[in-house]
Every structure is written in C-alpha cells, then in structure tokens.
C-alpha cells in the first residue's frame, strides 16, 4: 500500500525539485516498507536538500567547527547537524510521527493549519521539509527556530529554492532556551531533535522543559524519552547482528530494572518547582544476585509518537551506553538517579549508602 496524500490539494505549480521531495517523502512514508529498507530513499532525501541550498554552511576542516556551547548544554555544529539525517531510522521515523501528529492535529482542528514550532532545524530542516512537500500551507505551518545563523540561512534557502514559503510562517536565528509565549504565537506541535544516547550533552531537556512550560497545551514530538537500565551480558548483545529491523527483537540476556530518567509532559510538570540544577530520577535496588557475566548499561527509547518508536540499536540516539559510577555496583546496592542540568548536562547514578 502506497501512503495517501490526504491532504494534497495542490500540486500543480510545484517545481521539479519539489515534486521529487514529495515523491521521496511518500515513499519515507509508505507504511508498508520497513525503516531499515529507506537508506537509499534518505541519501536521496539529503541529495535534493543539498541540491536547493543556495547558501551552505562554509566548509570547515574540524566538522565540530561553529558548535555553540549554551548555557544548557552543545548546540552542535551546522555540519554536524546536517550529517543527522543520515541516522536514516532515525530520521524517518521522526518524519513519519510528526507527519501522524499533524495529520491527528488536522482531523481534530478544521479550518486552520497545524502550527509546527521546529526547534533545532539545522541546515536541512530534515524533519520538517519533507512534510512541507507534502501538506499545503493550509494544513501545516512550520515556524524554524535554529541557534546558528548559517543553519537558518541554509534552510531558508532551500525552502525559498523548493518553492515552499508559504509553509513557513517565520525563521528565528535563536537560544530556544528564550522562545516565549508572550512574543510568539501559540504551536499546536513541538518537534524537537537536540539529543544524544541518555540525553547527555545536548540541551533537550532543558529546552523541552523551558518550551512545554511556555506552551503546556502543545503536543510535544517526541512525546517521551525515556533512559532504561538494564544489567547486560555484552557477550550475547555483541553477537547479535545489530542492524536496524523492525522484526521482533533478538534474544539477549540482560536484567531489566527499569526506567532511570524519563522526560514527557508529565514529567515536566513535576518538575515545575524545581529551581536548582538537578531533576529527580528514579531510585532502584539492585537484584539480590548479579552474575558477573552482566554489565550495567543504559538504553534509550525515544517514542517519537504513538507506534512510531526508536528501541534499542535502531539509531545512534537509542544504542545502549555502559552505566559509570564511582564505585563499583555490588548486589542489592540502591542507586539513585540524578538529571544534571547546565552546559554539561548528563545523567548520573550514585549508590546510595545503606
Ligand atoms: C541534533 S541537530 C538536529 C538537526 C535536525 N533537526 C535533524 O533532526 O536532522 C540539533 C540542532 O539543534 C540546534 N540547537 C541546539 N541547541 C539549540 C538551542 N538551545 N536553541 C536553538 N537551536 C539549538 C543545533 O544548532 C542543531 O542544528
């Protein structure tokens, strides 16, 4: 079955350029092709984007170049940014929930598009260009918000190249750390991608958590980000092909112990008195026994919207990190996890004293 374009009502006077990100975008949608089969549909993807930049960031020697360190964590460079998309799970699994939340938006709401406010855009606007090639300006507004200005210019030109202004509503070269309600217009989605594996680094949550309390009644996208931990024997895990499927996962050996740190709009509004730099993760007590076959480990599952999910191994953002602590973990030991917010922000575990 082929993804139906519903609310496609135009078309005709869309450009070449734009008509193939349309024709690439469906096939990133098609439901019945599973994420690990669309390489070659997101290299295409990145290839038309590439083509329509008018203005590309400058050629750096260290691709780390242009990075911004923010008051709450790596504002990753423009280049770096731009190579995101070829997390091509990743990226399609983000285009095809946001594409679900718009189109939820719209059978709900009539007789005015959906507002987009994309924070974190980079130079390609991956995540919301393809959706702009594919729902008219009256069904999708998009508002791009990026802190490095050669992104916002990189964007804007592609968009202004595909001929799809009208689909954005304004570009804002700025910390989304000061986005506020007061100066802009209410979003119905909030699509933000500023993370890494166990939200460490980037500044998702803090910004997460500043734009859901500036805009609490907005469907944020991903809906949860959740940091599992699990006692694993690397073993097993390591010779199991990782490649991405969307088949049942493989057998591993691993304790589960649960969610450490989850961010969701439930979470951020336990959070709203917190005035320090520390948000409360969960406590857990180790198992009685603990072979030594097992190592602790973090996963990171991100549930973009709805069904569409990252787990384990499908993208860089959801392989499993290994747990450091101070001390060594012993058998029923509590640990007791700690979100650090600032301009390093990582999640952290302390064994409690018994
Ligand atoms: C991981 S990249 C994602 C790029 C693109 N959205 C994608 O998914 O392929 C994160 C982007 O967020 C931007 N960014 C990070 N922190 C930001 C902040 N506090 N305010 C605005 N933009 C930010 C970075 O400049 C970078 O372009």
């Known amino acids: 079955m082929t993804a139906t374009p519903t609310f496609m009502t135009w078309g005709q006077d869309m450009t070449h350029k734009a008509q193939q990100l349309k024709s690439i975008t469906f096939e990133l949608l098609n439901a019945d092709t599973p994420r690990h089969r669309l390489r070659p549909e997101v290299l295409k993807l990145v290839d038309i984007l590439t083509d329509a930049q008018v203005t590309p960031p400058p050629a750096l020697d260290d691709i780390a ?51 987009i406010l994309y924070i974190g855009c980079g130079p390609y606007a991956t995540l919301a260009l393809p959706l702009m090639s594919v729902f008219s300006s009256s069904d999708a507004l998009f508002t791009l918000v990026d802190i490095h200005p050669v992104s916002i210019a990189s964007a804007r030109s592609i968009i202004e190249t595909l001929d799809l202004t009208d689909s954005v509503s304004s570009y804002e070269t700025m910390d989304a ?54 006692w694993i024997d690397t073993r097993k895990e390591l010779h199991i092909n990782h490649e991405p499927t969307d088949g049942p996962t493989p057998k591993r050996d691993r304790i589960d112990l649960g969610t450490a740190f989850a961010l969701n709009v439930d979470t951020i509004k336990t959070w709203r008195d917190i ?19 097992y190592e602790p480990h973090l996963f990171t599952r991100i549930q973009v919207y709805q069904d569409h999910v990252l787990q384990n191994y499908d993208s860089g953002l959801s392989y499993p990190q290994a747990l450091r602590s101070p001390a060594e973990f012993k058998s029923k030991d509590t640990i007791r996890f700690s979100y650090n917010l600032g301009s390093h922000p990582e999640l952290i575990a302390t064994i409690l004293p018994t």
Not at 275 to 293: C, E, F, H, K
Request: with cysteine; proline share 6%; charged share 25%.
């Open 177 to 230: 750390a000061d986005y506020r309600a007061e100066t802009h217009m209410q979003p119905d989605i909030i699509l933000i991608e500023i993370l890494l594996a166990c939200l460490k680094a980037e500044p998702q949550v803090a910004v997460a958590r500043h734009i859901m309390t500036e805009f609490p009644d907005a469907q944020m996208v991903p809906e949860d980000i959740s940091v599992e931990l699990s």
């Open 275 to 293: 005035t320090g730099d520390t948000l409360p993760g969960a406590t857990m007590q180790l198992p009685a026994t603990i072979d030594s076959r």
């Open 65 to 115: 170049d242009g990075e911004t360190r923010t008051v709450n964590g790596l504002a990753i460079s423009p280049k770096m940014a731009a190579m995101c998309a070829d997390d091509y799970v990743r990226t399609i699994a983000f285009v095809r929930g946001a594409h679900a939340a718009i189109k939820n938006f719209r059978k709900r709401v009539t007789g005015r598009p959906a507002r």
